[in-house]
């Protein structure tokens, strides 16, 4: 047995087709099994990562919430302690910035921070000289306006007096006169002259005559003469009678002028213009003047605010600007820090701004006292609540209230932590068992109405939009609307604008709402 060899064919498989089968069906495994199933689960694969993932992929869109305000309807004994809340005192209702009014470098400071200060105190100086120029050099143009003044009243009275006694004209319309009557008196004479001068003629003429005719017995010197006498005397004559249309001429001229010169001393026209130029003048020296004056004033209010005051009594909260800093003053393109030289506050009105958590909201109501305590006073100080506001924090999931200080000692100043004990107030009715229920208000403004009804907005904690219909109660007298039902506690509601959004479509949540808020 143990020579006997090993047959290992009988161990060999028959791979040889069979007779009775068809060739083609081995393939046709090899190719389902090797690339159909494969790819089929491939394919179921992807589709069920693309179904999965699909939300993810999509584009959200940015929103921003508010949480449900929760408000407990709680009796219990006056001054028992609610809750605590830790906080920092601020000034009431903020500080104060003292702002220089002028433009300029800060020369000094007067004051340092914490240094109480009374009102109109100095509390810095600006650099004067430019502004010291600028009044010296208004007042030199105020002087120059009230000469221009003085020069216009005087040309203005002038012009008054020469429209109410206009002797200028009255001595023209005299002279014209005075020539026109001696025109009309040559003019009236000139036939007595003429006829003297043909009295002349005929006695030259006779004796022209007589000595020509006696030409033996006299010398030829004296007929000439008497030639010559009868020659002036005709052209005497002749110039007489030609003179008789021009003295009317002249004559008619006079007339007319003294006419027209009669008329504008009537009239006036141009003495009026003088008048009322004049007082156009004047009114303009005036308002010339008040400028001026204005410039001056102006001037002197820039000079005197060279030295910043304080607008109150208080205390400095802390110094902004530092000597040799340039503050912009009232300009209109100036910062809002641009001309703060320091920062007070009254010491008599402090507030507490105490961070809350959403869930004791509801029990804080305005007017609740509270009790503050903090590390620089020994004492507890009394305080009571003034108001909610609107910064809600969704990360540390409080809302920031502010409490009022009753007489604040001495020793406290903003920015000191404090630890605000809220009590229970009194109520008008205390019943001797303490009985608590909570109710859900949201801001009047989230909710929407329409023909289905009611509804709200919220993100789920997938971050998924969802429209829930809500059923609404009362109206708290807040802005807020209570909800009985349709949203829980925890829920987030949508304060974004909620354009466009779809149920189930998927968000992103950027922050909370920092513009809602609630007053109380």
Known sequence: MAN????????????????????????????????????????????????????????????????????????????????????????????????????????????????????????????????????????????????????????????????????????????????????????????????????NVDYARSSMEGKRSAKGAISGRIIDRAESDYAVSVANLKELRERRPNLQRESDALGEKATALKRQLELLVEETRQLEEAEAKVQSAEALRGEAELQVRQAELTLRRTVIRAPMDGRVLRLVAAPGSRVMGLDSNAGHRSSTVIEMYDPERLQVRADVRLEDVPMVTRGQPVQIETASSADVIEGRVLQTTSSANIQKNTLEVKVELIQPPPTVSPEMLVTATFLAPAVANP??????????????????????????????????????????????????????????????????????????????????????????
Not at 490 to 511: F, M, N, Y
Request: charged share 25%.
């Open 4 to 199: 006997t060899p090993l047959d290992l064919s009988q161990l060999a498989l028959d791979r040889s087709p069979r007779e009775d089968a068809t060739p083609t069906q081995p393939r046709r495994k090899r190719w389902l099994t090797r690339y159909v199933l494969p790819i089929g689960i491939l394919c179921g694969f992807i589709a069920l990562l693309v179904a999965a993932t699909g939300r993810q992929l999509l584009p959200r869109p940015s929103v921003t919430v508010v949480p449900v305000v929760v408000k407990r309807a709680e009796v219990q004994q006056a001054g028992t302690t609610l809750f605590q809340a830790p906080g920092w005192i601020e000034p009431r209702p903020t500080a104060i910035s003292v702002a220089a009014l002028a433009p300029g470098v800060i020369e000094e400071l007067l004051v340092v921070a914490g240094q109480y200060v009374q009102k109109e105190e100095a509390i810095a100086k600006l650099i004067s000289i430019d502004a010291e120029l600028d009044v010296q050099r208004a007042k030199n143009q105020l002087a120059i306006r009230e000469g221009e003044l003085k020069r216009a009243i005087a040309e203005r009275d002038a012009a008054r007096i020469r429209l109410e006694n206009p002797v200028h004209l009255q001595v023209q319309l005299a002279d014209a006169q005075s020539m026109l009557a001696k025109a009309q008196t040559e003019l009236a004479k000139l036939p007595f002259l003429i006829q003297a001068a043909q009295a």
């Open 431 to 520: 019943s001797s068992e303490s009985t608590e229920t909570q109710r859900l208000f949201v801001p009047r403004e989230l909710v929407q109405s329409d023909q289905s009804g009611a509804s709200v907005w919220v993100v789920d904690a997938d971050e998924i939009a969802q429209r829930r219909s809500v059923d609404l109660g009362g109206s708290s007298g807040d802005g807020l609307v209570e909800i009985t039902s349709g949203v829980k506690l925890t829920d987030k509601l949508i304060a974004s604008d909620t354009a466009g959004l779809e149920h189930g479509s998927p968000v992103q949540v950027s922050g909370d709402d920092q513009t809602l808020g609630i007053e109380k």
